[in-house]
């Protein structure tokens, strides 16, 4: 019973700033990639950045230099600041993590997903 939960979502004006969070709670083994992805209304679901175990990184070419991915192994978290939000970052957030069980089941799993909505 692994569950991914997030949280830091929100309303933000243009050129503001938030900060996502996601806990990965359960039976877990070892996490390998964690990460979010966003999926903004009739668009395919899209990569934003990913953090893998060792602190490697990599991020969408339309958030480089805005936003910023980290993690921390001890609490199985992973965070999003997003700095300098554009209306087009608008979308549902989802956090993503490869998880080994205890059991040795290794799969990715999603958490349920934060609205950002970002207007003035």
């Known amino acids: 019973q692994v569950q991914l939960v997030e949280s830091g979502g929100g309303l933000v004006q243009p050129g503001g700033s938030l900060r996502l969070s996601c806990a990965a709670s359960g039976s877990i083994s070892s996490i390998n990639v964690m990460g979010w992805y966003r999926q903004a209304p009739g668009k395919e679901r899209e990569l934003v950045a990913s953090t893998t175990s060792g602190g490697m990184t990599n991020y969408a070419d339309s958030v480089k230099g805005r936003f910023t991915v980290s993690r921390d192994n001890a609490k199985n978290t992973v965070y999003l600041q997003m700095n300098s939000l554009k209306p087009e970052d608008t979308a549902v957030y989802y956090c993503?993590?490869?998880?080994?069980?205890?059991?040795?089941?290794?799969?990715?799993?999603w958490g349920q997903g934060t609205q950002v909505t970002v207007s003035s």
């Open positions: 993503n993590a490869f998880i080994c069980t205890a059991l040795r089941s290794c799969r990715p799993y």
